[in-house]
């Protein structure tokens, strides 16, 4: 209902003062049970509803019922926010019975009776580990709250403001971006029309900065800018290379702009770009040495030439890359995937078998007091695409492998160790679509990782359909049912048996003979 909630939230949900949530809550409802051990705290903790919630409360007591100097009491509360807890326990005699040499009058002396004075201070001792300081609780609300207000009225322009704040950090961009997909709100991918150098509001959508885009440094993200307010949109490829050609463009740009998507919405295929954009800059340098000389050839009298025209712009008719290709581009020049995320695809497969998103157990762990749905040594299965991964020798001598797994929601390094990469170690390979089964492991000042005990491939639903539908089937293409290799390919599946169908393709032959490998 107003600051004050929010201010006591902040400051209860600690380890010390949680205790007294629910008589806060109790009284916060029913304001006739809040009870005060003596009236002088009435003044201090009506706003707590009887609870000692803040340092400042704990400063105020010492002074009102035991005699305290401000400067005294600030030395308690500093005893307390340090968490020197035998300090605190030292100040019992003095805050009882007083204390002539610091000139402290001390309950008793005051009129507080002993037995309620002895309550407060216990009260107030178990309360001293864990104190939080009311001007920091103030200042988390009043963010706290702006920012509640911001998302909830302007979510696009919050979004797009936190994205620009935390550029420096993939993982929490990729975190943040799973969040914007939570609220509905789409991330457009880079445009050299549209995107400014941050995070901006546009069509409907989030629009990606331009500063986030690797190999374009802030001078060509100037002048492009600059020169699309005095020039206008640009109109095509050709038209931007020209007019960007001056302006520190080179390949290094170029290519980290077609590949990031940003000139998808002129109506050429990144393929196409990728095949041509060496020319097109070779052919606008040749042009620009033309003009050059027929300058030049003017002031020598020879009559210059006029202005070579622009080269005109072929693209090959090539099919476009992949989904799956878009997007690993698209993660080599930005860090993220854009279009899409691999794991689109096995979303579903991976929320049937169990799997906890990456994004749940980091932030889970990330929490100032601590991990609440997760634990060191918990068995949890997680779902994600292999972006890289490296083996080593251990010092027994065996083999294990450091597995960086990513999904949409952050990114998890796996420990595995020989025994589950012998079993597993076939399906770590990149871009891999996996599902790890294994416990949470947190050490030092890690981030969490997962030990693996297993790991396999992650099929997408529909190849699901099709395994148990019984339609998997390896089909090997043989010379001929006498062939010495038919022999040998036989010989070895009678050592290994499998599960799932298979058989021969021998051209020329009979259908009769084609099931030669069936048994």
């Not at 809550?25 to 005060?36: G, L, N, T």
């Not at 704990?58 to 968490?83: P, T």
């Not at 009298?301 to 878009?326: C, F, K, N, V, W």
Request: negative net charge; contains cysteine.
């Amino acid at each position: 209902e107003h600051l004050e909630d929010l201010i006591a939230v902040i400051s209860l949900y600690r380890p010390g003062p949680m205790d007294s949530i629910p008589r806060y809550i109790e009284c916060r409802h029913h304001p006739e049970k809040v009870r005060f051990r003596h009236p002088l705290l009435r003044d201090i903790l009506d706003v707590t509803y009887g609870c000692i919630v803040y340092q400042e409360q704990v400063m105020q007591i010492f002074r009102s019922l035991a005699g305290y100097s401000l400067g005294r009491a600030d030395i308690v509360r500093r005893a307390m926010s340090k968490k020197k807890a035998k300090d605190v326990a030292k100040e019992r005699k003095a805050f009882l019975f007083g204390d002539p040499a610091r000139n402290i009058k001390g309950c008793i002396a005051n009129g507080i009776d002993r037995e309620a004075a002895e309550k407060i201070y216990d009260e107030i001792f178990a309360f001293a580990n864990y104190a939080f300081n009311k001007a920091h609780a103030v200042s988390y609300a009043v963010v706290a709250y702006q920012t509640a207000w911001f998302k909830y009225h302007h979510p696009k322009e919050y979004m797009a403001a936190l994205l620009t704040s935390v550029l420096d950090s993939s993982e929490k961009v990729a975190e943040y971006i799973a969040e914007c997909r939570e609220c509905g709100i789409e991330l457009l991918p880079p445009d050299v029309n549209e995107s400014q150098a941050d995070f901006t509001v546009s069509d409907g959508g989030i629009r990606f900065g331009l500063v986030a885009l690797k190999g374009v440094g802030r001078n060509v993200i100037n002048g492009l800018l600059e020169e699309r307010s005095k020039g206008g949109p640009f109109t095509d490829f050709m038209d931007f290379c020209d007019r960007m050609f001056d302006r520190d463009l080179n390949r290094r740009v170029l290519e980290s702009l077609i590949k990031s998507g940003s000139f998808d919405r002129m109506g050429c295929r990144r393929s196409q770009l990728m095949e041509v954009f060496g020319q097109v800059l070779d052919g606008l340098a040749a042009s620009r040495k033309r003009n050059l000389e027929g300058q030049l050839d003017l002031f020598g009298m020879g009559g210059g030439e006029e202005q070579a025209a622009l080269p005109a712009l072929h693209l090959p008719d090539i099919p476009e890359y992949s989904p799956q290709e878009r997007m690993t581009m698209e993660k080599e020049v930005t860090g993220l995937y854009l279009s899409g995320h691999p794991m689109d695809a096995y979303r579903e497969a991976a929320r049937r078998r169990g799997a906890v998103t990456i994004g749940s157990i980091l932030s889970d762990f990330a929490r100032e007091d601590g991990p609440a749905v997760y634990r060191d040594g918990q068995m949890v299965k997680v779902a994600g695409v292999i972006s890289t991964y490296k083996t080593r020798t251990t010092r027994n001598n065996t083999l294990m492998a450091y597995v960086s797994l990513e999904d949409d929601t952050g990114g998890m390094e796996l420990l595995v160790f020989a025994r589950a990469l012998d079993q597993s170690g076939g399906y770590i390979r990149e871009n891999q679509a996996i599902l790890a089964s294994g416990r949470i492991s947190v050490r030092d000042e890690k981030e969490p990782q997962l030990m693996a005990d297993e790991i396999r491939p992650l099929d997408t639903p529909e190849a699901e359909e099709r395994r148990e539908a019984g339609e998997r089937k390896l089909f090997i293409r043989l010379p001929g049912p006498d062939d010495p290799r038919t022999r040998k390919v036989k010989l070895a599946l009678s050592f290994f048996p499998g599960g799932a169908a298979g058989g021969a393709v021998l051209p020329g032959y009979p259908e009769a003979v084609q099931g030669i490998l069936y048994d």
